[in-house]
């Protein structure tokens, strides 16, 4: 054969490096026919190039080693000693000793001893998605199979141990035309768990893999902790896809409810639809007929949109049917978010927040804290369109708010349930105009501005159709379109700026508002004379008294379908200005105080539009007796754009706000860096004097100040103090001033006091002047374990949030000073016990005044390496759920879960 010829002329073999390799290797190169140069045929065209045997290879084998490499030509063999490597086309084998069969195209791999006599060198096998370690492996290059020993090999996340392998390769010589390739193997031992000594697995007496495809295994039994367990599965398999797929979602959460059954949690089904688009069904079964329907879908567009949609439906069937205590519980929720990228368009965007809860679906389906404390659910779609280079936009808006309207006694539980009210905007339509200038001319400037170019103009025009009802109240479409209420807004505003004796600045202005309803309210008083009597009989039937309620004289109303508008205006001016002051010292970490004050004083008009001129009110008498007292109702059956202001308004306004800050230097600061602190953010004072009213003009005087302490407080406090004197006997203010009667110039009427912190590790490192590491390096020297302990306190604080709030209020009530306190402490975030142990906090708060925890939920977890154990509990409701399972991976449904749901006895454990 010409491969023996060229084994017997060494000189012949063409030598070459592996690139990066550094050690010289061989080439078997195809057996090539002998062409006979003496004996042409004149006839026959010459030969154009080197043929080759039917029996070789269709490719070059490379082979290297490390130590020795040994050709026995007689048995047509090559061995390699030490690191040795063989390669054909994609397939690599490495192995501490090597024989290549050059006959038989067969190579043989097992370890070798190295000098200290320890063998080394496990055979492993590598041909495309194939990865093989083993005490022993064949390879057939022409048939692209082979036989392995004591297996191991990485699927995915699948570590899989196997006694015997036989490996088939795709476009062998025995089967040209398979695709795949796939091994066959006995005795398998599959896990998720990498370590040495596996804590868990499923044995199984047969298999077939398809790399990269899927595991299929037979009769298979699991093992935990090398014990063989009860479990057992006839068939499985074990999707190894990359990326994303679809496939059967799995229960992780199994639940025995003696009102509800045995039950299986969050068992679906994902759709991986394209690279763009997924879709995720899931539910809830119960044996005793409940049952929940989950569906979500993302979708993702580069630099144009993404967002995710979901649709969840819960049936409780509470007892059984025909009992007392049988019920039905249905709830369901809408959820849908879009965003869209900022680069997709540049003068029309589109966003939604969708969030509508129908009976209870967040409560009612979790148990976790924010779904069971949120009670306001609000959803938002908006569409907005500008103009480049023009001041005005338009805005398209849909709007929903559910909010709890009561409380209500179940019939059948006995529990107290809240009613959610509904409230529905769509649509909403805005004509926004930005500030303009129209008397300004465009070739102007700062010196030759004249005061009439200063006058600034906006409008804003709005459309506003909206309807609400109670989820408690069945309703059809025309009950809906026959509750809509709609209106048109229109707002104007004109205003200017002057600088005026340099240091002022003057401000006039002019708001003009004007809405359009079509629907109002007409009352007429009816002097008829109404007698409800009440009749009590005796047991024996007869009459013991009667007792008559007369009503003099009843409203009628008619709602009145018709355009009207309601047209309101006010004018007025501000002056203001700013007063800075400095204090400075020369020795001491303080080095300046600067003293800020900002005064203010103003005058504002607007009419009486109580005044019959204006048909916004309507005094109406309500008893026939006393004709001259009437009570002032509203003519506009709901203005929810805006009622008019009652009573004439030409106040002087005035007041101050102070800012104090603080130039200061750290004490061991070297640079003596001077930093600029603020000590009272806004302290303001204010009231007002109303020349219109007719008693009671000076308005009380509020003090507000807010602050920031350390960093982390954040204080707010106020108080309010009136002018007037109060009547002890009726607890009513007076027309006289409190300076006349008791010397006083005000008399105090409440105070509140807020201190509220949210606190974290970063928080505090700021406190002290430390900077927060971004990133805690990894332990590497004799100090490890002390490194080790302070990342995990670093972490600790990290993922904790604490908040306090302090809250004083104190009011004048029934002639008595009266002090109410509000003290709240909360916790959430998560907890690192040790590196094994946390606790995750969904919410933990405790209230001083109520002397009461607001609502615990708390979740205790263990890592057990390839395993995970955890206890969730919310004593509010009496709930919990334990649970002992495997990693999230491809054998994650081992489980042992056990859940307690809220609607079991309290007492049933």
């Known amino acids: 054969m010409c491969l023996l010829i060229v084994l017997c002329c060494p000189l012949l073999l063409h030598a070459q490096k592996w690139a990066g390799s550094g050690v010289e290797q061989d080439t078997i190169k195809p057996r090539a026919a002998l062409v006979d140069t003496l004996g042409l045929d004149s006839i026959q065209a010459a030969p154009t190039g080197i043929g080759y045997s039917s029996d070789s290879l269709d490719a070059p084998v490379y082979y290297t080693a490390r130590d020795t490499i040994v050709y026995d030509i007689q048995a047509k063999r090559i061995y390699l000693y030490g690191a040795a490597e063989v390669k054909y086309k994609k397939m690599e084998l490495r192995a501490g000793y090597i024989v290549f069969d050059m006959e038989l195209d067969l190579a043989t791999a097992e370890p070798y001893p190295d000098s200290s006599g320890r063998m080394a060198g496990i055979p492993n096998f590598v041909e495309g998605e194939q990865n093989f370690e083993s005490q022993k492996m064949q390879y057939n290059f022409r048939t692209r199979r082979g036989k392995i020993f004591e297996a191991k090999s990485k699927e995915g996340d699948l570590y899989v141990t196997m006694n015997s392998v036989k490996f088939f390769g795709k476009g062998g010589e025995a089967a040209p035309s398979q695709t795949d390739d796939y091994t066959f193997s006995d005795n398998a031992f599959i896990t998720t768990c990498d370590h040495p000594e596996p804590h868990f697995g499923i044995r199984s007496i047969k298999q077939k893999v398809v790399p990269n495809k899927v595991v299929v295994v037979g009769p298979s039994n699991l093992v935990i902790a090398d014990v063989p367990t009860p479990v057992w599965l006839p068939f499985g398999f074990f999707p190894l896809k990359k990326g994303q797929r679809s496939g059967v979602v799995f229960p992780r959460d199994l639940e025995q409810s003696n009102d509800l059954g045995f039950g299986f949690r969050n068992v679906g089904y994902y759709w991986g639809i394209n690279d763009r688009i997924d879709a995720t069904l899931v539910g809830d079964i119960y044996t005793r007929g409940s049952y929940g329907i989950r569906a979500s879908g993302r979708y993702a567009t580069r630099y144009k949109y993404s967002g995710d949609l979901g649709i969840g439906f819960t049936l409780r069937k509470i007892d059984e049917e025909g009992l007392p205590d049988y019920r039905r519980e249905q709830s369901y929720a809408i959820n849908w978010t879009h965003r869209q990228d900022p680069k997709a368009h540049p003068t ?318 750290a004490p061991r600061d070297s640079t003596k860096e001077i930093k600029k602190i603020k000590l009272i953010n806004s302290l303001s004072v204010n009231s007002n004097y109303n020349f219109a009213a007719d008693s009671l003009k000076l308005a009380p005087v509020s003090i507000n100040g807010n602050t920031r302490l350390l960093k982390m407080f954040n204080v707010t406090f106020g108080a309010d103090f009136d002018p007037y004197y109060i009547d002890p006997v009726t607890n009513t203010r007076v027309d006289r001033f409190l300076r006349n009667e008791t010397g006083r110039f005000l008399r105090f009427t409440g105070a509140f006091f807020s201190v509220s912190s949210s606190i974290n590790s970063r928080t505090i490192n700021e406190i002290f002047g430390k900077k927060s590491p971004t990133a805690a390096p990894a332990p590497t020297n004799r100090n490890s374990s002390q490194q080790g302990n302070q990342n995990q306190q670093k972490q600790f604080l990290d993922n904790i949030r604490a908040s306090y709030v302090f809250r004083v209020n104190r009011t004048y009530q029934n002639g008595r000073d009266t002090l109410i306190k509000i003290q709240t402490l909360g916790f959430s975030g998560s907890v690192n016990l040790t590196q094994n142990w946390g606790i995750v906090v969904g919410n933990f708060g405790y209230n001083f005044s109520n002397r009461t925890f607001t609502y615990p939920d708390v979740r205790f977890y263990r890592n057990l390496h390839c395993w995970e154990m955890g206890l969730s509990w919310q004593p509010t409701r009496q709930v919990y759920s334990f649970y002992l399972r495997v990693k999230p991976s491809s054998l994650d449904f081992i489980n042992v879960p056990f859940r307690r749901n809220r609607f079991d006895d309290p007492f049933d454990f």
Not at 453 to 476: C, M, P
Not at 529 to 555: M, N, Q, R, Y
Not at 618 to 645: M, Y
């Open 348 to 665: 029309r965007t589109f966003s939604a927040n969708v969030n509508i809860n129908a009976n209870n679906f967040q409560s009612n389906t979790f148990n976790d804290a924010q779904s069971v404390l949120t009670n306001t659910f609000q959803s938002n779609i908006t569409l907005s369109k500008r103009w480049p280079g023009k001041p005005y936009s338009v805005t398209l808006n849909a709007g929903h708010s559910q909010s709890i309207s009561g409380y209500k006694t179940s019939t059948t539980s006995g529990r107290s349930e809240p009613i959610y009210r509904h409230s529905f905007t769509a649509p909403t339509v805005n004509f926004n105009l930005q500030q303009i200038y129209p008397l300004k001319r465009k070739t102007a400037t700062a010196d030759t501005e004249r005061f009439y170019e200063k006058i600034a103009f906006s409008y804003t025009g709005r459309f506003e159709n909206r309807w609400s009802f109670l989820d408690t109240t069945q309703h059809v479409l025309s009950d809906l379109l026959g509750d809509t209420e709609y209106a048109f807004s229109h707002d104007l505003n004109l205003n200017a700026s002057y600088n005026v004796l340099k240091y002022f600045k003057l401000t006039p202005y002019i708001n003009y508002d004007e809405r359009w309803y079509f629907e109002t309210t007409r009352r007429e008083f009816n002097p008829t004379l109404f007698i409800d009597s009440d009749t009590t009989f005796a047991s024996d039937g007869s009459i013991t008294s009667i007792t008559s309620d007369t009503t003099f004289g009843v409203i009628d109303v008619r709602n009145e379908n018709g355009f009207k508008a309601l047209r309101t205006f006010q004018t007025g001016v501000n002056l203001n200005t700013n007063i800075y002051g400095m204090l400075q010292f020369k020795r001491g970490p303080l080095r300046a105080i600067r003293h800020t004050i900002r005064p203010r004083i103003g005058f504002n008009y607007s009419p009486n539009y109580t005044d019959p001129f204006w048909d916004y009110y309507e005094n109406i008498q309500t008893d026939s007796r006393f004709p001259t007292e009437t009570e002032r109702f509203d003519v506009f059956t709901n203005p929810f754009l805006g009622r008019a202001p009652i009573g004439e308004q030409r106040l002087i306004t005035f007041g101050f706000t102070n800012v104090f800050d603080a130039k200061v230097t």
